[in-house]
């Protein structure tokens, strides 16, 4: 289908773009994610509290694609952090899924309050050790979050996935990831498509005959990252995957590079959410 996948620091791979289902219902689900798969997209994000694992399970069990041939990723939730209660969230995951393992399984946010995210990050060891999770990794982490999570435990995340998009462009971190050996996975890579109607944006997209969706999502690709762009419309769920037949010059990159600002982060703060 001509996605790129990035090497993890475990030695599995990731389809370099992938499918958000957030705010899907679940009665949607199988229909929707069977059209991402149909659409060519191997790679589907979903998480527990999005209250479509069951859903996202029967269209797996719906489509004629080999379920080895889809990176399935699902989140724990924040009121499930504890390394027993992590254990057992992760099995009511696969439960709805209807999934003996999944590819990647997040602790979806740090939740320093609460100060769990150590003997969390030590059940998610134990679960990649088993196999039932092939890859682990974390989200929304900041690089205090990771330091300290690997130094207490030895365990690197294969993944940290955090919001990032050209108003959001998370430098500082990337490069930390860079150091550390973890993809950088970007949620909202759209920014939810708030500035999507941004001039550089619609100018860049114009020149190159594409949407300006397509222009940051070719963005991400360029920068080595991970974007999973969620959609409802079949135009779109096809439009976004289409980004691996053209390239941005330079000037473009630098265009929107220059888009970055301190204040354009759209979802909680990691900081303070619980
Ligand atoms: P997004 O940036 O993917 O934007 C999605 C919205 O953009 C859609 O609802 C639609 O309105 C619009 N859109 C999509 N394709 C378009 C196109 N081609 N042209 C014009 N508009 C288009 O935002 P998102 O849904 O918040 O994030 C994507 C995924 O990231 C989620 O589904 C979820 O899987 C993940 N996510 C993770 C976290 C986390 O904490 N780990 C948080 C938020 C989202």
Redesign the pocket.
Known sequence: NGVPRLSLNDGHTIPQLGF????LPDAEAPRIVGAALDAGYRSI?TAAIYGNEAGVGRALRETAIPRDAVFVTT?LWNDRQGYESTLTAFDESLERLGLESVDLYLI??PCPQKDLYIDTWRALARLKQEGRARSVGV??FTAAHLERAIGETGVTPAVN?I?L?PHFQQRALREVHARLGIVTES???????KA?NDPVLTGIAERHGR?P?QIVLRWHVENGLVA????ATPS?IA??LSVFDFSLSAEDRAAIDALDRQDGRI?PDPASFS
């Open positions: 958000g289902v957030y705010q994000d989140k979806h946010w989200s929304n996935q919001e998009h949620w909202s890579p759209l920014g939810q498509a999507l949407s969706a999973i762009p969620k959609s779109r439009e976004n979802g």
